[in-house]
Nanobody, 116 residues
Framework: QVQLVETGGGLVQPGGSLRLSCAAS????????TGWYSQAPGKQRELVAR???????NYAESVKGRFAISRDRAKNTVYLQMNSLKVEDTAVYYC??????????WGQGTQVTVSS
């Protein structure tokens, strides 16, 4: 079993920044990828950013140039640096870990609210 604990969400003004963290613990092995997903009220959960075991990153078009995903393997932690935040970024953000291409684990979600 893998446990994911997310931190870093909160309320920020447009143009501001946040850094989300996702710390993993438990039976971690053969991680294919770690990603961040967002889900706004009444909307489908969407991929925001992903980083593979090989270090390849992928981003949603809406966040390219503003968000950056990174990882610290020694700490079993993945980060999402969120800059130039927009009102439309407001959502619950979920950390996801794909283990061995077979199992998906999700964090509890952290609320990001961008508002003036």
């Amino acid at each position: 079993q893998v446990q994911l604990v997310e931190t870093g969400g909160g309320l920020v003004q447009p143009g501001g920044s946040l850094r989300l963290s996702c710390a993993a613990s438990g039976s971690i092995f053969s991680i294919n990828a770690t990603g961040w997903y967002s889900q706004a009220p009444g909307k489908q959960r969407e991929l925001v950013a992903r980083i593979t075991s090989g270090g390849t990153t992928n981003y949603a078009e809406s966040v390219k140039g503003r968000f950056a995903i990174s990882r610290d393997r020694a700490k079993n932690t993945v980060y999402l640096q969120m800059n130039s935040l927009k009102v439309e970024d407001t959502a619950v953000y979920y950390c996801n870990v794909d283990v061995a291409g077979l199992y998906n684990y999700w964090g509890q979600g952290t609320q990001v609210t961008v508002s003036s």
